[in-house]
């Protein structure tokens, strides 16, 4: 079985540009999460999908970051416009339907660089 | 804020050895897990106990927990060059939605040398 797959693996930009993050999860996984991880800490959950809907966006920064998982399968991530503190790996996670695990299967993550 | 605190921050052991991590978490959990990262790479599943278990074994490793005291342990035995990574514990809360949420700790960076 496929992984979950993101892309791009690295992006580098200039502060208050624009960037999205594209997320594929295992086929059939209908719970999705974004993380981000800043160097040297443990991932934060940004926010969490169940199938098209919003869980849990509550430690999303709604003033620049937009997220979205519009058919129930793959996701895309928006920072808009980055700050230098936005220099991280953003991890996409997802899980089966309706949970009955709490194990989340990670993608390579995505390596954010901002100037 | 987040729910787990390793220690080690950083450890190096030759190959061989065993090596012995720890976390620690403010709150009630229903389970807890350990994650393995390895460099620029995502996060993989090593293990996962429940929060009315307190030992688990999983090939060379083994986890405890004690909810008494919030903390949990992960030994890895007769350590390889190739468990050189970044170690996860992580806690399930309960969220609104049907699927729980992971809350990580800070992680423990294990290098072994060969």
């Known amino acids: 079985e496929a992984g979950v797959a993101q892309s791009p693996r690295y992006k580098i930009i200039e502060k208050r540009q624009s960037v999205a993050f594209w997320c594929n999860p295992i086929?059939?996984?209908?719970?999705l999460y974004w993380y981000q991880q800043i160097l040297g800490q443990g991932p934060k959950l940004l926010i969490q999908?169940?199938?098209?809907?919003?869980v849990d966006d509550s430690q999303l920064p709604k003033d620049r970051f937009s997220a979205e998982r519009l058919k129930g399968v793959d996701s895309t991530l928006k920072i808009q416009p980055a700050k230098l503190e936005d220099s991280a790996v953003y991890l996409c996670?997802?899980?089966?339907w309706g949970g009955g695990t709490d194990t989340q299967y990670f993608g390579p993550g995505t390596r954010l660089t901002v100037l | 804020s987040q729910q787990g605190e390793e220690d080690p921050q950083a450890l190096s052991i030759q190959e061989g050895e065993n090596a012995t991590m720890n976390c620690s978490y403010k709150?009630?959990?229903?389970?807890l897990q350990w994650y393995r990262q390895n460099s620029g790479r995502g996060l993989v599943h090593l293990i996962l106990?429940?929060?009315?278990?307190r030992e688990k074994h999983s090939g060379r490793l083994r986890v405890t927990l004690d909810t008494s005291k919030k903390s949990s342990s992960l030994l890895i035995t007769a350590s390889r060059a190739a468990d050189t990574a970044s170690y996860f514990c992580?806690?399930?809360?309960?969220?609104?939605?049907?699927?729980?949420?992971?809350?990580f700790g800070s992680g423990t960076q294990l290098t072994v040398l060969p």
């Open positions: 996670a997802s899980i089966p």
């Open positions: 086929s059939g996984h209908a719970t």
């Open positions: 999908f169940q199938n098209n809907g919003v």
């Open positions: 709150t009630s959990i229903n389970n």
């Open positions: 106990i429940r929060s009315n278990e």
């Open positions: 992580a806690t399930t809360r309960s969220a609104s939605g049907s699927a729980r949420q992971l809350t």
